[in-house]
């Protein structure tokens, strides 16, 4: 039974993770750097939110030169380094305003704006889904690459893992507090790119926080990343 090597403390050790409850409250989340944003892109610790893990949490909230311009914010979490190719990315998140474009996605192999990938939850009704709930891949921040319907709901907190083997790319959601599926809800064939960082990227058209990451956890070493799952 090696059920001990996904779930316990061998994986744990292998996998860098932060559950920000050593950070402090209002300001940037340490061993996280912001990268290619506009400099109005926020990402502080906040606390006393409902069902967090520890009571803190990242508040992502975008960055706009005006109330209807729409941009981006990016931040890198340090720990895997800056030349992550492979890997499995465990996230908890939970969306709390809408309807915004991109609520909140990882980034991955990230050595610029214009190169980085990112796979995460889309509101956005051009897809061809009515209601806009989908996840999505894209190879750079304005393409999209892979998407499937999925009815996420606000205020509720989900568990997104990400993972990257070469070329392949899978991803799946659930509720927090229920167990792992074994499927993967979007499974596809991705263009190959660079090493890089990994992270958080969004975009938007308001400056109101509408997403919130309470946990997140990458390992490199082809086992799933750890996490206080059920």
Known sequence: DDSELYSGPALQAESAYDDFS??????????????????????????AVASALNGKAIRVTGGFGTPA??????????????????????????MVNGPILFPLEIMFRCSSAATHQAAGIVCDVSGGVASGQRLWFGPTYDAAAGAADFAWAYDTWYWLRLNIKGDQRRLKIWPRGTAEPTFWNLAFVGPGSASGYVGLTQWGSTTTPYAYLDFFSVCTTGRPAWGPLP
């Open 69 to 94: 311009a729409s941009t981006f914010a990016e931040i890198s979490f340090d720990a895997p380094g800056s030349a992550v190719t492979d890997g499995d990315i465990l996230a908890g998140i939970r």
């Open 22 to 47: 050593g950070a402090t409250v209002g300001s940037a989340p340490p061993g996280w750097t912001r990268r290619y944003q506009a400099t109005t892109g926020m990402a502080v610790v906040t606390n």
